[in-house]
């Protein structure tokens, strides 16, 4: 049998999924060991929380797909057998569609993913967007699992009779749980995805007609991109793609630039821009954090009629209840009324207070330029 193609890869160029079966380097990546490093922390703190995972971390198992040959290796299988066990922490993250569907008894496929703070916030606002290439290899990813997980065919291809004989015994996931890592931070996110069967078969078909056949006759396949796509930005195997390196021969030597340094620049020490760094951070997520909680406080007052209190077990509860407006001064109307009549309004100003902005520093900015 030819060897796999990695489901980790995603949806990839042809090229690429040739490179990468032939040299296999991945595993050497400092991202691929950080990410293999931070994934026992989300999957322990999840079953802390009341989430029932199975073959994970040592106990995860290789499972395999064929036309094309696939090999991946899912995070886990993941369902809650007890509603009264899970925690608040995991309560307060996991979508609400994931709730429902595992107090109904639903199994899902886990998927962990470390990102950093860019595409951490991404993921937490429109979850495996297609229109993100890392995203889009992602939903490729889950897709070839949920796939590979739905046909009993491809079972006797899996190492494992464990996870098959587990498999005919509870319906087959349909959907996976994917959980995103904040690199950085302590932040999580979640997201539902559906098995996209259209998607998965459409995914196959090319993978056979660019990888695996002109690899049987033993061709190098073409690149699937023109070098410009931003598939091929982050490629591994650019320098070696005919495509790319058309790309690069169109450009400017960086020889031909009139750069020159700027004498000096004055610029924070080290800790200082350390700081700012993380306000930056921390700001940008109270912002995320804030319009999360505006858009579940909507999806709650939805859910719980107005004027009731709804139990949630463990001595918890949730009451919806209306509240009327506090009264204020009409400062605009009193203003209309003290012109009228002649009179001044007792203004009081408050304490003086400290602000804090970060912006670009536009005459620095315009002196390097002039310098350049």
């Known amino acids: 049998m030819e060897p796999p193609i990695r489901m980790s890869m995603g949806n990839p160029c042809a090229l690429r999924a040739y490179y990468t079966i032939t040299r296999d380097e991945e595993k050497d990546s400092i991202k691929y060991r950080v990410g293999k490093a931070l994934e026992p922390v989300?999957?322990?703190?999840?079953?802390?929380?009341?989430?029932?995972?199975?073959?994970?971390?040592?106990?995860?198992?290789?499972?395999?797909?064929?036309?094309?040959?696939?090999?991946?290796?899912?995070?886990?299988?993941?369902?809650?057998g007890d509603t009264r066990s899970v925690g608040l922490w995991l309560a307060e993250?996991?979508?609400?569609?994931?709730?429902?569907?595992?107090?109904?008894?639903?199994?899902?496929?886990?998927?962990?993913?470390?990102?950093?703070?860019?595409?951490?916030?991404?993921?937490?606002?429109?979850?495996?967007?297609?229109?993100?290439?890392?995203?889009?290899?992602?939903?490729?990813?889950?897709?070839?699992?949920?796939?590979?997980?739905?046909?009993?065919?491809?079972?006797?291809?899996?190492?494992?009779?464990?996870?098959?004989?587990?498999?005919?015994?509870?319906?087959?996931?349909?959907?996976?749980?994917?959980v995103a890592f904040a690199k950085g931070s302590d932040d999580i996110a979640m997201h539902v995805v559906d098995f996209d069967r259209e998607y998965f078969e459409r995914m196959n078909k090319r993978l056979v007609r660019e990888v695996t056949e002109p690899m049987l006759q033993g061709l190098v396949p073409a690149p699937t991109y023109d070098g410009k796509n931003d598939e091929c930005f982050w490629c591994d195997y650019r320098q070696l793609c005919p495509a790319a390196r058309g790309v690069a021969e169109d450009l400017r030597s960086l020889d031909d630039l009139p750069l020159e340094a700027p004498s000096s620049v004055s610029v924070a020490d080290a800790r200082t821009v350390s700081l700012v760094a993380r306000y930056q951070s921390v700001s940008e997520a109270l912002k995320e954090l804030e319009r999360e909680r505006d858009e579940l406080r909507a999806e709650l007052l939805k859910l719980v009629p107005e004027g009731t209190t709804l139990p949630l077990g463990n001595g918890l509860a949730v009451r919806h209840t209306r509240s009327e407006g506090r009264r204020s001064l009409d400062t605009a109307m009193l203003e209309v009324l003290a012109q009228r009549y002649g009179f001044d309004l007792p203004y009081k100003r408050g304490q003086p207070y400290s602000v804090l902005t970060v912006t670009v520093d536009k005459t620095e900015s315009e002196s390097n330029t002039a310098e350049s």
């Open 42 to 80: 989300v999957v322990q703190m999840l079953a802390d929380n009341g989430l029932d995972v199975y073959f994970a971390l040592d106990d995860q198992l290789e499972i395999a797909h064929d036309e094309p040959y696939r090999t991946g290796h899912p995070d886990g299988l993941v369902h809650i």
């Open 93 to 178: 993250r996991l979508p609400p569609d994931a709730v429902v569907r595992f107090f109904s008894g639903e199994t899902a496929v886990l998927e962990v993913k470390t990102l950093n703070a860019t595409n951490f916030r991404l993921f937490r606002s429109k979850g495996l967007d297609l229109n993100n290439s890392l995203m889009r290899t992602y939903y490729a990813q889950v897709q070839a699992y949920l796939g590979t997980l739905s046909n009993p065919a491809y079972d006797e291809l899996w190492e494992s009779t464990l996870y098959r004989r587990l498999l005919q015994q509870i319906p087959r996931p349909t959907w996976a749980l994917v």
